[in-house]
């Protein structure tokens, strides 16, 4: 199996944590573009799903799937989404594909968080992924200065903008051995507004394909 079919197996095994009649919280990426899919076929047994970017928007509203926002409901049973990187304490590194602050708004609403990957994602020490974090565009090179201070590389991502309007610094060559600390601090700089350490409110599953199939953590 190469990696896409992987993906693949990961995100549909995720369709049986769905709760019938629910509103699903649906993630970003290539693995949950795979489980959108999946979802399209068991679209009349839920009410809809709320989404964390226009990309997976798109997708759900092409297959007929209704939209929520967060204006209509106080909870959501269960959030699927990928990882770039997932530890075995299910914390994570999240947002290489930019959309990591509403990643972590819809995360917050979930009773449960649903991790779908493929077995390359998992990791003993967070990090070698370079850390995402958005950024408003006038704090740019204050954040740089103050990510430097952290002892990683912090790299502008070029030519991208989020679904807020906003930029992304990478920051690279971070080994992450307290991730809940380490989101502490960096959600004490002015400027950021996210940042794609997802410690404190980590995974609760991880399904994770290998070439023997998925399995499930929890
Ligand atoms: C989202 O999609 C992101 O937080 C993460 O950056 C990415 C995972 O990528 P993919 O599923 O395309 O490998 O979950």
């Known amino acids: 199996m190469n990696q896409d079919e992987l993906k693949k197996a990961a995100a549909l095994a995720a369709l049986a944590e769905i709760e019938e009649g629910s509103i699903v919280g649906v993630g970003t990426g290539s693995t949950v573009n795979h489980?959108?899919?999946g979802l399209a076929g068991m679209r009349d047994r839920i009410r809809g799903a709320v989404s964390?970017?226009?990309a997976s928007s798109r997708r759900l509203a092409d297959h007929g799937i209704p939209l929520v926002?967060?204006?209509d409901i106080d909870h959501i049973p269960v959030y699927v989404d990928g990882a770039d990187e997932i530890d075995h304490g299910f914390c994570m590194i999240k947002g290489g594909g930019g959309a990591l602050t509403r990643e972590k708004i819809v995360?917050?609403?979930a009773r449960?968080?649903?991790c779908i990957c493929?077995?390359?994602?998992?990791?003993d020490t967070l990090g070698r992924f370079p850390l995402p974090v958005e950024v408003i565009p006038m704090a740019r090179a204050q954040v740089m200065r103050e990510l430097t201070a952290f002892g990683g590389t912090p790299k502008l991502r070029e030519?991208?903008?989020?679904d807020n309007g906003n930029l992304i610094i990478d920051v690279h060559g971070l080994a992450i051995d307290d991730p809940?600390?380490?989101e502490t601090r960096l959600n004490q700089i002015v400027g950021i507004v996210t940042n794609g350490l997802f410690a404190h409110r980590g995974a609760d599953v991880l399904l994770l394909a290998r070439a023997d199939g998925v399995t499930r953590l929890a």
Do not use: H, P
């Open 35 to 37: 489980f959108i899919d």
């Open 52 to 54: 964390s970017s226009e």
């Open 69 to 71: 926002t967060l204006d």
């Open 107 to 109: 995360a917050a609403v």
């Open 112 to 114: 449960r968080f649903v």
């Open 118 to 123: 493929d077995a390359s994602k998992l990791v």
């Open 159 to 162: 030519g991208f903008v989020t």
């Open 180 to 182: 809940k600390g380490l």
